[in-house]
């Protein structure tokens, strides 16, 4: 086959199209439902699942349901749980790992040291935003704290 | 020496036509699932991974021309050459491929491709764009050629493997004929591979013969009654492909910083993914070995709930489905 420069380039952009093609015809047919949470129950199975050791204690779900907050049963860990499309995102967060936590009323700004999942918003009852931020606060890292929250998955 | 065809380059038509046909079946049929955004990560690090290979390519092919006259032997272009150097080529595969997923410095470049939580054909093309960086060719591509095989028919051989794998990254086949999972990589046993159940983990590295794995010790089925749950232990937060294909080595690099002495630095570079000097880590060793163990206590609790106080009580207990080490 023709290997030129020229030949590269149209295989790249017809590539380029195709890939293009593709995702508009995914959106366009559909067949996928995106996760809601509403009531701990889902994230907390997600979270038992996803981390060998982990139960599930308390929770809480976000004001718009993409999120939740769920206490190991001795409060050890928080599991943080994301609703992404159809599918979750699990994290264990240990004492030290929530690298900065902002607050606005009943909304939480989780920072964390994790590249690609640098900060979560979630927006709690105002009932819930006490309680809850208090406990997160518990993980927030202290001046002078060594962590390395990047990295694999984390022993309990 | 003979003119080869390129057969991914070939092949594309067909991955872009069953990737539509596997699209529109599994709307008809729910037996698979497509979101936008991950199948556009998807598609983008193949489109990325075709572009680095035009870039990064050379550094391959330039190691293969300098040890090529170092080849023992002259083997040609015979048919049973070609036979000979895919058998080859996939037994190397399947320990380039288990190297992959227990050297965090290859694992980095080798996790991109399980980065989805989805399991369908353009989950195949979700491929890293820094391989050549790794050097892992120097190490398992390098082996044909010094036994003499010609780097084209190596080449050749290799991308036939890799469009192999191509269709078996799919939940639309359930199982095939018991001589074809016997004997193959199939859509059942890459199921596996993918999964993050700590039954799963670190299982069936085959590219096309599965018989590898059976033989070394890393082969387990698929069981009715434990469903694959797809992506890695710690699933991304992020679609953007370039996060995508960097994240792992950022993590090294932040680790490697934070080392204190040198045995520190090489386990974080080269041990097994999750390693760390406390053990406050999880590899997949680790996990499979907590989740045996807690697999075990659950059968005792079991077993104490069946018959308290009966000598037969455990023996009515089905033990769960163990690895096969």
């Given at each position: 086959m023709d290997?030129?420069p020229?030949t590269?380039?149209i295989?790249l952009?017809?590539?380029?199209?195709?890939?293009?093609?593709?995702?508009?015809l995914?959106?366009?047919?559909g067949?996928?439902?995106d996760?809601?949470f509403?009531d701990?129950?889902?994230?907390s199975?997600?979270l038992?699942?996803d981390?060998v050791?982990?139960?599930?204690?308390?929770?809480?779900?976000s004001?718009?349901g993409?999120?939740?907050l769920?206490?190991?049963?001795?409060?050890a860990?928080?599991?943080?749980v994301?609703?992404r499309?159809?599918r979750?995102v699990?994290r264990v967060?240990?004492?030290g790992?929530?690298?900065?936590l902002d607050?606005?009323?009943a909304r939480?700004?989780?920072?964390?040291?994790?590249?690609?999942?640098?900060?979560?918003?979630?927006d709690l009852?105002?009932d819930?935003a006490q309680g809850?931020?208090?406990r997160?606060?518990?993980?927030v890292?202290q001046?002078?704290?060594q962590?390395?929250?990047?990295g694999?998955?984390?022993?309990? | 020496?003979?003119e080869?065809?390129?057969?991914?380059?070939?092949?594309i038509?067909?991955?872009?036509?069953l990737i539509?046909a596997?699209?529109?079946y599994?709307r008809?049929?729910g037996?698979?699932e497509?979101?936008?955004?991950?199948?556009?990560?998807?598609l983008a690090?193949g489109?990325?991974n075709?572009v680095?290979g035009?870039?990064?390519?050379?550094?391959?092919l330039?190691w293969f021309?300098?040890i090529e006259?170092f080849?023992?032997?002259?083997?040609?272009?015979a048919w049973?050459?070609f036979?000979?150097c895919?058998?080859?080529?996939d037994?190397l595969?399947?320990?380039s491929?288990?190297f992959a997923?227990t050297?965090?410095?290859?694992w980095?470049?080798h996790?991109?491709h399980?980065s989805?939580q989805h399991?369908?054909?353009s989950?195949?093309l979700?491929?890293p764009?820094?391989?050549?960086?790794?050097f892992?060719?120097?190490?398992?591509?390098?082996?044909?050629v010094?036994l003499?095989f010609?780097?084209?028919m190596?080449?050749?051989c290799?991308?036939?493997?890799l469009v192999y794998q191509?269709?078996?990254?799919?939940e639309?086949?359930r199982?095939?004929?018991a001589?074809?999972e016997?004997?193959?990589?199939?859509?059942?046993?890459?199921?596996?591979?993918?999964?993050?159940?700590?039954?799963?983990?670190?299982?069936?590295?085959?590219?096309?013969f599965i018989?590898w794995d059976?033989?070394?010790g890393t082969?387990?089925?698929?069981?009715?009654e434990?469903?694959?749950?797809?992506?890695?232990?710690k699933?991304?937060?992020?679609?953007n492909?370039?996060?995508?294909?960097?994240?792992?080595?950022?993590g090294?690099v932040?680790?490697?910083?934070?080392?204190?002495?040198?045995?520190e630095?090489?386990?974080?570079?080269l041990?097994?993914?999750?390693?760390?000097?406390?053990?406050?880590?999880?590899?997949?060793h680790?996990i499979?070995?907590?989740?045996a163990?807690?697999?075990?206590?659950?059968?005792?609790?079991?077993?104490?709930?069946?018959?308290?106080?009966?000598a037969s009580?455990?023996?009515?207990v089905q033990?769960?489905?163990?690895p096969?080490e």
């Amino acid at each position: 086959m023709d290997d030129s420069p020229l030949t590269i380039l149209i295989v790249l952009g017809v590539s380029a199209l195709a890939v293009s093609a593709l995702i508009v015809l995914n959106r366009l047919i559909g067949g996928w439902q995106d996760v809601r949470f509403e009531d701990p129950s889902l994230p907390s199975r997600r979270l038992e699942e996803d981390v060998v050791g982990f139960h599930a204690g308390e929770g809480v779900v976000s004001a718009d349901g993409l999120a939740a907050l769920v206490m190991e049963r001795g409060e050890a860990r928080l599991g943080l749980v994301l609703a992404r499309a159809n599918r979750c995102v699990t994290r264990v967060v240990r004492p030290g790992e929530i690298a900065r936590l902002d607050a606005d009323g009943a909304r939480f700004h989780i920072h964390f040291n994790d590249f690609t999942l640098p900060r979560v918003t979630i927006d709690l009852d105002d009932d819930a935003a006490q309680g809850w931020g208090d406990r997160m606060r518990r993980f927030v890292r202290q001046p002078g704290q060594q962590t390395s929250g990047e990295g694999h998955a984390r022993a309990s | 020496m003979p003119e080869l065809p390129d057969p991914i380059l070939i092949a594309i038509p067909f991955f872009v036509a069953l990737i539509v046909a596997e699209m529109i079946y599994a709307r008809m049929t729910g037996k698979a699932e497509f979101e936008p955004k991950d199948t556009a990560a998807s598609l983008a690090m193949g489109l990325g991974n075709t572009v680095s290979g035009v870039l990064l390519g050379f550094i391959a092919l330039t190691w293969f021309v300098y040890i090529e006259r170092f080849a023992i032997f002259d083997i040609g272009w015979a048919w049973w050459a070609f036979v000979l150097c895919f058998v080859l080529d996939d037994f190397l595969y399947y320990w380039s491929h288990r190297f992959a997923h227990t050297v965090r410095w290859w694992w980095a470049d080798h996790v991109i491709h399980h980065s989805s939580q989805h399991y369908n054909l353009s989950t195949a093309l979700r491929q890293p764009w820094l391989s050549p960086l790794t050097f892992k060719f120097i190490f398992f591509g390098s082996w044909l050629v010094l036994l003499g095989f010609p780097i084209a028919m190596v080449a050749f051989c290799g991308a036939l493997n890799l469009v192999y794998q191509f269709w078996i990254h799919t939940e639309t086949v359930r199982r095939l004929p018991a001589p074809v999972e016997w004997l193959f990589n199939t859509p059942s046993h890459h199921r596996v591979h993918h999964a993050t159940n700590p039954l799963y983990l670190d299982r069936n590295y085959a590219g096309v013969f599965i018989i590898w794995d059976r033989m070394f010790g890393t082969f387990q089925s698929e069981l009715d009654e434990e469903k694959c749950r797809y992506g890695i232990v710690k699933n991304l937060g992020t679609h953007n492909p370039v996060k995508i294909c960097l994240h792992e080595w950022v993590g090294i690099v932040k680790d490697v910083a934070s080392a204190r002495s040198l045995r520190e630095v090489i386990g974080y570079w080269l041990g097994p993914p999750g390693w760390s000097p406390d053990g406050s880590r999880e590899t997949s060793h680790t996990i499979k070995r907590r989740w045996a163990e807690e697999q075990a206590a659950r059968r005792g609790e079991a077993a104490q709930e069946i018959a308290p106080g009966t000598a037969s009580g455990p023996a009515t207990v089905q033990p769960a489905a163990t690895p096969a080490e």
